[in-house]
């Protein structure tokens, strides 16, 4: 099978009442714990690279190890893996344009951070060059509070997406799917403590994201796919590991993963995943390497590191996202 678009994925998503799970790659191990936990629930898989997974391992390398996991698929387990190719957070038109021309499937242009006319004419260059290449476009209304790679956006300077704005940003862009802000964020530390109470463990307890604007988005845009950014949970299990092994991230909190499930049922097809796959792994190798000081085999730790992040997407596929066995 050849790597698709999301059109098919996203439309099935839809009206199945689950969401895609798109999981930031960026070597070898992540790769291939994300495609084995596929493969083994059967489900569609976005990929996506951001800018800097794209410095950091180069486009060719990426590429060519997410081919190696499609014909691995085929060859090991008789199976046609759906996988769709997606450059997450595009800032450019060039970049787009060096994505799609690279083989990309999927590209997200970022204007979010400009004004709505800048955002829709940047949109609108970019959806024109990649819908004459075959490739979809993600959007962007509304800003995320967190941490990107080279970007940093407080919660005061984040902002709720504004549904009114949503139907005319859609029809005058072109674009296949819209990324709304609606109270996720960024990184492993979403939340403040002052936006969060405590629960009796200590752990902080996020305030809920705001499903009245999803509702109200998708009111306006019937049958259109959203898209969820900063949805790592965090979970706890992980940073507790981390602590506990020479790490320090004291109140790490995430999205409640039943908030993540209510979302996928309804017009929420794309749920962005990254923190929690490096929680995972992070986590499984400050421990291997505090229980086995003398080892120093890169195989000998990464093996298990790419065991926890195929198991941690596992249960996402399933117990978050529903799309287990949709491929
Ligand atoms: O949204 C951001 C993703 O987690 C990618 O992070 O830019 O550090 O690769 P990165
Ligand atoms: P997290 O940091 O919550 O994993 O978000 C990832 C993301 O939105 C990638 O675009
Ligand atoms: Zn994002």
């Given amino acids: 099978m050849a790597i698709v678009t999301s059109k098919e994925m996203f439309k099935k998503a839809y009206d199945g009442g689950y969401a895609i799970g798109a999981f930031n790659v960026n070597n070898m191990e992540i790769i291939q714990g994300i495609t084995e936990a ?11 690279v951001s800018k800097g997974a794209r410095a950091y391992a180069k486009h060719v390398y990426l590429m060519k190890l997410i081919e190696a996991a499609i014909a691995d698929a085929e060859q090991s387990a008789g199976f046609d893996l759906p996988i769709c190719v997606h450059l997450d957070h595009g800032d450019t038109f060039e970049l787009c344009k060096s994505c799609i021309d690279g083989g990309f499937t999927s590209v997200m ?12 004419a940047l949109t609108k260059q970019v959806v024109e060059y990649a819908h004459d ?49 609606i109270g996720t964020s960024h990184g492993a530390y979403k939340f403040t403590a002052a936006q969060c109470t405590r629960n009796a463990d200590g752990i902080l307890v996020p305030p809920p994201l705001r499903f009245d604007i999803l509702d109200e988005v998708s009111k306006r845009l019937p049958g259109f796919p959203i898209v ?13 590991i981390i602590n506990e092994n020479g790490g ?6 995430g999205i409640p993963e039943e908030q993540l499930r209510q979302a996928a049922r309804g017009a929420v097809c794309k749920i962005n995943i990254d923190s929690d796959l490096r929680l995972a792994m992070t986590a499984s190798i400050r421990k291997y390497f ?38």
């Fill in 133 to 181: 290449h075959g490739v979809v476009v993600e959007g962007e209304l509304g800003t995320l509070a967190g941490v990107e790679d080279e970007v940093k956006v407080s919660a005061e300077d984040s902002s709720y997406t504004r549904p009114e704005e949503v139907e005319e940003f859609v029809s005058r862009t072109g674009v296949d799917s819209l990324a709304i802000a």
């Fill in 38 to 48: 596929a493969m083994e629930k059967h489900a569609p898989l976005i990929l996506q």
């Fill in 248 to 253: 320090k991230m004291p109140d790490a909190v």
């Fill in 228 to 240: 969820l950014h900063g949805s790592s949970s965090v979970p706890q299990e992980f940073v507790k």
């Fill in 290 to 327: 505090a229980e086995h000081p003398d080892h120093f085999d890169p195989r000998q730790y990464l093996k298990p590191a790419r065991i926890a992040i195929k198991s941690m997407v596992e249960h996402k596929l399933v117990d978050v996202l529903g799309c287990d066995g949709k491929a």
């Fill in 109 to 120: 242009i970022d204007g979010s951070s400009k004004s709505f006319e800048d955002n829709i």
